[in-house]
């Protein structure tokens, strides 16, 4: 593996166990430890609610995990803010008009272009095809050659692919 690649990799990597993971737990360890120390040691009534950190931080998990799930589901299924990052990452998915390596470009794609081009044999022979239907099978056969060499069809919505 090229270094530049390896580097790209590991920068993904760190930045997916990093955002996602450490940050979460950090993130969530401070502002449990912020409000018990700064809000609510200042207001006496909420020291008598939560004697201690432990049982403030067990509570507050207890109610805020099933509170991040629905807001979470919230957004994944009721909001269109799910839905616009989700164009964002297929626009910006170069496999969206590429075929992916290995089995895609290996194995499956070639053998799609192969039977499509027994069967526009076999209706060329039975004559069965009209020149519109002989015009639709060679676009086909022209776009997935282009795929199986590693190109791409369709018109990508960003530049620079």
Sequence with gaps: MKSGRLLSRCWYYFRVGYG???IFLVGYGSTLVTIYYLAIQSIPELQGL????????????????????????????????????????VEANPYNYRL????????AFPAYLETLRLLKELSERANLLSDQDKARIETLETKINILVEGGYVGVPRRKNM
């Design 20 to 22: 996602t993971y450490l």
């Design 100 to 107: 992916a390596p290995g089995y895609w470009r290996e194995a």
């Design 50 to 89: 939560f004697r201690s950190f432990w049982l403030f931080a067990a509570l507050a998990t207890i109610t805020g995990a099933p509170a991040s799930v629905f807001v979470g589901w919230i957004h994944t299924k009721k909001s269109n803010l799910a839905k616009a990052e989700f164009d964002i990452s």
